[in-house]
């Protein structure tokens, strides 16, 4: 098997099985999904955040913030036990999709995301760039459509917005020759997803990093 | 050695022997220079020897990214990935186009806003923490 920065489908589907196992022991939330058609699947993750508002400031204020905001900070206190005023603030869930697939033309997998408010409406990219963490907007901002684009999903069918993959080999390939010096069972989609993840505001857990170079 | 104190980003160098004799640059880049404007607000220079609210942090380059000169830091518990990685590359003098990506185990790049401490207790080890960093013109 050739250990390069390139890998097939079912060394794609090994590493993604090794990382899920880690996701479960630490109840991270992600899951394989098959598609019905063929042996293809892919890795998927949902998560929920609340998106604070605050219609009073609106200008430049904490409108979009990665972490969920304790309520306590948005809404008015009540005049009484049973009533609730007029808060300031409109809380709006917003779940957020992550899948991992993997694609043939560049032989690297590949982060298709998509955000939506419960009711379904989906959220622009606009929105989503802005909960992209403030050292990744530069770049992003400067040729954002190389970047994120929105593609059909190979499996759903669905559109999604994609990390394009085309740099990926380009990233991967020197921190995995480091790495593979060392230990040869580095994770490929553990590195990879603890990389692209933020820009897209999805972070892994510190504790995938043991697991990302498992010296056992 | 009159490597100047970092003072102005709460980094300074650390007093432990760093004893490389030769400067070591990629032939590519010149000899990087620390910043010499303080884009931040000096801080209180902490002696090396406080270790609680600093740690130890030893920064090696992975692929054909420059080597610093200096790799040993005294680094403030609290200061995040992200601030590591603007001050590194301040002082590799990268441009904005050029991303920079840290590791811990040479594998995992933490998120930007995790602080060094709490890197440091879980993968530190005598006495400091190894990051690697990587530069690259990622994301298109």
Redesign the interface.
């Known amino acids: 098997m050739e250990e390069n920065e390139f890998f097939g489908e079912k060394t794609f589907q090994r590493y993604c099985a090794e990382f899920i196992k880690h996701s479960q022991q630490i109840g991270d939330g992600w899951e394989w999904r098959t598609s019905k058609d063929s042996s293809d699947g892919y890795m998927c993750k949902m998560h929920f955040q609340i998106k604070n508002e605050t219609v009073v400031s609106r200008a430049g204020t904490s409108a979009h913030e990665q972490t969920c905001l304790p309520m306590e900070e948005a809404l008015e206190l009540p005049l009484d036990d049973f009533e609730v005023t007029e808060s300031t603030a409109t809380n709006e869930v917003i779940k957020y999709e992550y899948h991992v697939l993997y694609s043939c033309s560049y032989q690297v997998p590949v982060l298709y995301f998509r955000a939506s408010f419960l009711d379904g409406r989906p959220l622009a990219l606009k929105d989503i760039w802005e909960g992209v ?4 907007k ?3 901002l ?2 954002p459509w ?2 994120i684009s929105q593609q059909e999903h190979p499996i759903l069918g669905q559109p999604f917005f994609v990390l ?1 993959p ?2 990926t080999n ?2 991967m ?7 593979r010096k ?2 040869r069972n ?2 490929y989609i ?2 990879w997803l ?2 692209v993840g ?2 897209v505001g999805l ?2 857990p ?1 504790s ?3 697991a ?2 498992q010296d056992e | 050695m009159a490597e100047e104190p970092e003072s102005a980003l709460q980094l300074s160098p650390s007093t432990a022997a760093d004893g490389e004799g030769p400067t070591e640059v990629s032939p590519e880049t010149a000899t990087p220079e620390p910043p010499s404007s303080a884009a931040v607000s000096p801080g209180t220079e902490e002696p090396a020897g406080d270790t609680k609210k600093k740690i130890d942090i030893l920064l090696k380059a ?4 420059p080597i610093m000169k200096t790799k040993k830091w005294a680094v403030e518990r609290t200061r995040t990935i ?1 601030g590591l ?2 001050f590194i590359k301040k002082f590799l003098k990268l441009v ?2 050029e ?1 920079l ?1 840290i ?12 602080e060094v401490g ?2 440091y207790e ?2 530190g080890s005598d006495g400091k923490l190894v990051l ?1 960093y ?1 530069k ?5």
Do not use: M
Request: include cysteine; charge should be negative; glycine fraction near 6%.
């Open positions: 963490h403030e050292c990744y530069t770049r992003l400067q040729g190389d970047t394009h085309c740099k380009e990233f390939t020197p921190v995995l020759k480091n790495s060392i230990n580095v994770n553990t590195s603890s990389l933020p820009v972070h892994l510190l995938y990093a043991g990302a170079s | 992975v692929g054909d990214t992200q990685i603007d904005a186009s991303q990506f590791y811990v185990n040479q594998s995992f790049a933490p998120s930007p806003d995790q709490t890197l879980c993968f690697h990587c690259s013109q990622a994301w298109g």
